[in-house]
């Protein structure tokens, strides 16, 4: 494989031919200007150009993982899908403990497969309502929760 070009995002230069999911990796840290530190986190579902989360369980599980996080942690800025449908990015604010990171995404995971219901599932909360599977989304937790001991290997 011939050298590729050093790109201005992170993942961009990750080789996703060598990385194993499920994993959780640190993908990136920005400092601001007052101090304030976030860290990216790459929580990898999926295998890469092997396999992929469908929209309307991924979409589910994204609504549970922004709302049922925050029961668990103030520090959460951001939870956004990837667009390729393998995982997912979160973000922190001034909290950089991975063992505790693990530990936040464990408890939403569980409580995403106790969930009865996806949060603002309609259309005055959500942009595409159609698109949602609370049982999609139960599946992926569960299959993302039974790797649990595989989260910090993130090469093969």
Known sequence: MTEQ????????????????????????????????????????????????????????????MAELSRNHSDKIVDISPMGCQTGFYVSLINHDDYEDVLALLEKTLKDVQEATEVPACNEVQCGWAASHSLEGAKELAAKMLSKRDEWKEIFA
């Open 5 to 64: 070009k050093k790109m201005n995002v992170e993942s961009f230069n990750l080789d996703h031919t060598k990385v194993k999911a499920p994993y959780v990796r640190l993908a990136g840290v920005k400092e601001g200007i007052k101090g304030d530190v976030i860290h990216k986190y790459d929580v990898r579902f999926c295998q890469p150009n092997k396999e992929h989360m469908e929209m309307p369980a991924l979409h589910s599980l994204e609504h549970l």
